[in-house]
């Protein structure tokens, strides 16, 4: 191998090991706040498996005939794409606030690490961590109802997510520089962000049922795809060409919003760091 | 490799009051601001201890930051080993690291498991993170029980010690200790200073050293600088210093009699009447 080579491959084991060093970290902290996992964990499959109940209870509810099994599995789709999306979401955006809060920030900042390699440790555990709880719920879940996934196409359904993924790690990155910038609000900003974008992006109803002037603003959450996608994938059985509209939209959000992010993020570095505000603490 | 560890030239921060700001660009009047280092030079030669003395609010943790490139100046520049520190930030990052007076962790996770964070972050394996990590913090007085324990658990003492293994377990050339005795019991700070002097004998490391204690400076330091609202405004020898001074009552005069004669005040009023920058 040539000098370059040895020096590039060098360079790829040394930016390797720093990305661990976030997702070992985030794993050590799991273990460590394991009481706090555990109350998210039931709250989250109580709260799925309250959603997916009104699927089972519609036909009371309405007084009419229901496919209540297409409707459980319509609303299960949802509950659990967007607890997934959720905690990819939120993993990356609070990434700043947590450092913040616990202190740490200014060592983080000072390591010899790109901020690129800093996003990908973080990822690579909000994507890791993100699809063993969605399993954990949906295990929960499946104990409660007679799921059939019969007509489902698993890999098409794999596909949209992992490309729904993307797309929000671009959005979690965009929104990752609201608490750099403002220490005391920007974590409540970026739930802000997260609220709306559960309310647009048809998780429990199709996107039609929105407003007009909502429609609108939906066309632009990468959620609307992957969800639109996942139901296609899993209630209708759609071929992977078949789930393309709903795939590229995301892919492009997701290819836009990184590197734009990540640009932006440097900004905002270059900019606390001469404001001073890096170490405040909120 | 170039002889100068650490040159800062002329470097001033300012800070603008960010309430004072709005109010002030309602009435159109200009930001009120805060200089908290003004036309900072100092220079200090490879495998050399320099001192910065200074009371609270006087500007020592502001500079270190701007060294660490956690804050950028508004004028002047800084090198480390012939390295700017804003135009190859990178390359700066690896040659140093820093023990802050703040000893900030994972409060949750335990010594062993934040030292693996923090040196991997510099490439340093995990086997030799375990080894040496566990290896600094027993010379350093801690109990081995403790390396697996949450931090939480530990004294402001402990902690401290844990950050100074953090601090030196990467091999930085240059170190930044600021504060790093500060709250810590007689024994205790002995045993850090122990290893400081050993360190650099060891290892011929450039350390800049912030502390209160003129004892602790005269004790480890080549040389000294005082620090006053953001300005140096002595340095030399402790020798030097000293010299400059009147002696006091036929004593020998010592550093905190140095300060006293230029400041005109001792280091404990000036802290009564300054808040942390």
């Given at each position: 191998?040539?000098?370059?080579?040895?020096?590039?491959?060098?360079?790829?084991?040394?930016?390797?090991?720093?990305?661990?060093?976030?997702?070992?970290?985030?794993?050590?902290?799991?273990?460590?706040?394991?009481?706090?996992?555990?109350?998210?964990?039931?709250?989250?499959?109580?709260?799925?498996?309250?959603?997916?109940?009104?699927?089972?209870?519609?036909?009371?509810?309405?007084?009419?005939?229901?496919?209540?099994?297409?409707?459980?599995?319509?609303?299960?789709?949802?509950?659990?794409?967007?607890?997934?999306?959720?905690?990819?979401?939120?993993?990356?955006?609070?990434?700043?606030?947590?450092?913040?809060?616990?202190?740490?920030?200014?060592?983080?900042?000072?390591?010899?690490?790109?901020?690129?390699?800093?996003?990908?440790?973080?990822?690579?555990?909000?994507?890791?961590?993100?699809?063993?709880?969605?399993?954990?719920?949906?295990?929960?879940?499946?104990?409660?109802?007679?799921?059939?996934?019969?007509?489902?196409?698993?890999?098409?359904?794999?596909?949209?997510?992992?490309?729904?993924?993307?797309?929000?790690?671009?959005?979690?990155?965009?929104?990752?520089?609201?608490?750099?910038?403002?220490?005391?609000?920007?974590?409540?900003?970026?739930?802000?962000?997260?609220?709306?974008?559960?309310?647009?992006?048809?998780?429990?109803?199709?996107?039609?049922?929105?407003?007009?002037?909502?429609?609108?603003?939906?066309?632009?959450?990468?959620?609307?795809?992957?969800?639109?996608?996942?139901?296609?994938?899993?209630?209708?059985?759609?071929?992977?060409?078949?789930?393309?509209?709903?795939?590229?939209?995301?892919?492009?959000?997701?290819?836009?919003?990184?590197?734009?992010?990540?640009?932006?993020?440097?900004?905002?570095?270059?900019?606390?760091?001469?404001?001073?505000?890096?170490?405040?603490?909120? | 490799?170039?002889?100068?560890?650490?040159?800062?030239?002329?470097?001033?921060?300012?800070?603008?009051?960010?309430?004072?700001?709005?109010?002030?660009?309602?009435?159109?009047?200009?930001?009120?601001?805060?200089?908290?280092?003004?036309?900072?030079?100092?220079?200090?030669?490879?495998?050399?201890?320099?001192?910065?003395?200074?009371?609270?609010?006087?500007?020592?943790?502001?500079?270190?930051?701007?060294?660490?490139?956690?804050?950028?100046?508004?004028?002047?520049?800084?090198?480390?080993?012939?390295?700017?520190?804003?135009?190859?930030?990178?390359?700066?990052?690896?040659?140093?690291?820093?023990?802050?007076?703040?000893?900030?962790?994972f409060k949750k996770l335990s010594p062993i498991e934040n030292l693996l964070y923090a040196a991997r972050?510099?490439?340093?394996?995990?086997?030799?993170?375990?080894?040496?990590?566990?290896?600094?913090?027993?010379?350093?007085?801690?109990?081995?029980?403790?390396?697996?324990?949450?931090m939480e658990k530990m004294s402001r003492g402990m902690q401290q010690k844990v950050a100074i293994a953090?601090?030196?377990?990467?091999?930085?050339?240059?170190?930044?200790?600021?504060?790093?005795?500060?709250?810590?019991?007689?024994?205790?700070?002995?045993?850090?200073?122990?290893?400081?002097?050993?360190?650099?004998?060891?290892?011929?490391?450039?350390?800049?050293?912030?502390?209160?204690?003129?004892?602790?400076?005269?004790?480890?330091?080549?040389?000294?600088?005082?620090?006053?609202?953001?300005?140096?405004?002595?340095?030399?020898?402790?020798?030097?210093?000293?010299?400059?001074?009147?002696?006091?009552?036929?004593?020998?005069?010592?550093?905190?009699?140095?300060?006293?004669?230029?400041?005109?005040?001792?280091?404990?009023?000036?802290?009564?009447?300054?808040?942390?920058?």
């Amino acid at each position: 191998m040539s000098y370059k080579g040895r020096a590039i491959l060098r360079d790829a084991i040394y930016e390797a090991r720093a990305s661990w060093a976030f997702v070992e970290r985030n794993i050590n902290l799991v273990k460590r706040y394991w009481g706090w996992e555990v109350v998210w964990l039931v709250y989250s499959i109580v709260n799925s498996l309250a959603v997916t109940f009104i699927g089972a209870g519609m036909e009371k509810i309405s007084g009419q005939a229901v496919d209540s099994d297409y409707l459980i599995l319509y609303l299960l789709v949802g509950t659990l794409v967007w607890s997934y999306l959720s905690v990819v979401f939120n993993s990356i955006s609070e990434m700043i606030s947590w450092e913040r809060w616990e202190g740490t920030i200014e060592y983080t900042f000072m390591a010899p690490v790109r901020r690129f390699t800093h996003m990908i440790g973080t990822t690579m555990f909000a994507v890791f961590y993100g699809i063993l709880r969605t399993l954990v719920i949906l295990g929960a879940i499946v104990l409660f109802f007679n799921i059939s996934l019969s007509n489902a196409n698993l890999a098409g359904a794999i596909v949209t997510l992992l490309v729904g993924s993307i797309s929000f790690i671009g959005f979690g990155v965009l929104a990752s520089i609201l608490p750099l910038l403002f220490p005391e609000r920007g974590s409540q900003m970026t739930h802000i962000v997260q609220a709306l974008l559960l309310l647009v992006s048809g998780v429990y109803y199709p996107v039609e049922t929105l407003p007009g002037w909502m429609q609108s603003v939906a066309v632009f959450s990468p959620a609307t795809y992957v969800l639109e996608g996942m139901r296609q994938a899993l209630l209708s059985g759609e071929s992977i060409p078949g789930l393309l509209p709903n795939l590229w939209p995301p892919l492009v959000i997701g290819v836009v919003c990184i590197p734009v992010g990540l640009i932006i993020f440097s900004r905002a570095e270059k900019y606390v760091k001469y404001s001073g505000r890096l170490k405040r603490s909120g | 490799m170039n002889n100068t560890g650490l040159n800062v030239t002329n470097v001033t921060k300012t800070f603008v009051d960010r309430k004072a700001f709005n109010l002030n660009r309602l009435w159109g009047r200009p930001a009120k601001t805060v200089t908290a280092v003004e036309g900072v030079t100092l220079r200090i030669e490879r495998g050399g201890v320099v001192g910065l003395l200074g009371p609270n609010g006087s500007g020592k943790s502001t500079l270190v930051r701007l060294i660490s490139t956690l804050l950028i100046p508004n004028s002047g520049y800084i090198e480390v080993f012939g390295h700017d520190v804003q135009r190859e930030e990178l390359t700066v990052k690896t040659l140093i690291n820093r023990v802050s007076v703040e000893a900030s962790f994972f409060k949750k996770l335990s010594p062993i498991e934040n030292l693996l964070y923090a040196a991997r972050l510099y490439g340093v394996r995990g086997k030799e993170i375990k080894l040496r990590g566990k290896e600094i913090l027993m010379e350093l007085g801690l109990e081995e029980s403790r390396l697996y324990q949450p931090m939480e658990k530990m004294s402001r003492g402990m902690q401290q010690k844990v950050a100074i293994a953090r601090g030196f377990l990467t091999s930085p050339i240059l170190i930044l200790l600021d504060e790093p005795t500060t709250g810590l019991d007689p024994r205790s700070k002995r045993q850090v200073q122990a290893f400081i002097r050993e360190l650099r004998k060891e290892h011929d490391a450039t350390i800049l050293l912030t502390t209160h204690d003129m004892t602790e400076a005269d004790v480890l330091c080549d040389r000294v600088a005082i620090i006053e609202s953001g300005r140096i405004i002595a340095k030399g020898t402790a020798e030097e210093l000293k010299g400059t001074v009147v002696e006091p009552e036929g004593d020998k005069p010592t550093l905190e009699d140095v300060f006293i004669q230029l400041t005109g005040k001792t280091l404990q009023e000036k802290e009564m009447g300054k808040n942390e920058l």
